[in-house]
């Protein structure tokens, strides 16, 4: 299976994501994950990609895409991939069309998670992650056993710098603007697939899996 993950900051994503990935044993490719890495091991990349990051920007394209295909060329990626907020502008796309027609591949589908506007402010300025291991936690609806530890690896649970209530309005803006026209994109390649995100964890993971079979 080769499906992409779309859907607004705080859909969900990353979240099912986790559980999808691991239940079809094929990686879960998150750029954003990429970056947040490559920031705290504080290499070129890392800070190149906080300036846009913390401004609720997006990293510009051909960074982005250099990264993806390099990693879609590992020998994991060949039994399949969630690819998780990539891509997010029509260029970024097209580029992927490009990259798997070379790899002699294509899609098996987008899937598309919408939530309200409401509820993903709440789940945004609610997320927690994992200093250490980049595991998400929300105070409210998926809070840790142990208030600001994580339950996986016993690291501190921090705020993203990016989940403040300004730069969450600009990141949902940015979203509108560069990203909502690939619902068109997909929708007239015949393989978006629209879940409501809304519900609770473990609806919208039955949903999902039902979608993919
Ligand atoms: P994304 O990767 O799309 O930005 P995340 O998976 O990180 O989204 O989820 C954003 C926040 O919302 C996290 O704190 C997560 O724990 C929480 N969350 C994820 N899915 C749900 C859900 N279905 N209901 C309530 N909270 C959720
Ligand atoms: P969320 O799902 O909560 O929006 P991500 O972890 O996917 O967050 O992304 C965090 C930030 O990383 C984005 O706001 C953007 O600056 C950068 N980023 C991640 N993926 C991309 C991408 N495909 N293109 C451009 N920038 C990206
Ligand atoms: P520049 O215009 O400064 O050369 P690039 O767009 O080539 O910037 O990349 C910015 C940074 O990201 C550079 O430090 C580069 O080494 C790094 N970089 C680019 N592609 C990758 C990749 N696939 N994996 C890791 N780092 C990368």
């Known amino acids: 299976m080769r499906i992409i993950f779309m859907g607004p900051p705080g859909a969900g ?13 094929i990686p879960h490719i998150s750029t954003g994950d990429i970056f947040r890495k490559n920031l705290r091991e504080k ?8 300036q846009y990051m913390d401004k609720g920007l997006l990293v510009p394209d051909d960074i982005v895409v250099a990264i993806v295909k390099d990693r879609l060329r590992e020998p994991d990626c060949r039994k399949g991939f969630i690819l998780d907020g990539f ?88 979203y509108k603007k560069e990203t909502e026209p690939l619902i068109e994109y997909y929708t007239d390649k015949g393989v978006l697939i629209t879940i409501d995100g809304e519900k609770d964890v473990d609806e919208v993971y039955e949903d999902l899996k039902g979608a993919v079979r």
């Open 13 to 25: 994503k990353g979240t099912q994501s986790e559980k999808l990935s691991k239940e079809l044993d």
């Open 43 to 50: 290499t070129a990349l890392g800070l190149k990609a906080k």
């Open 87 to 174: 891509p997010r502008t029509v260029a970024q796309a097209q580029s992927l069309d490009s990259a798997l027609s070379e790899m002699e591949t294509e899609l098996t589908c987008v899937i598309n998670f919408k939530v309200s506007k409401e509820e993903l402010i709440a789940r945004l300025t609610g997320r927690r992650v994992c200093k250490a291991c980049g595991a998400t936690f929300h105070v409210k609806y998926n809070p840790p056993k142990q208030q600001g530890i994580c339950d996986l690896c016993g690291g501190p649970l921090i705020q993203r710098d990016d989940d403040t209530e300004e730069t969450v309005e600009k990141r949902l803006d940015v």
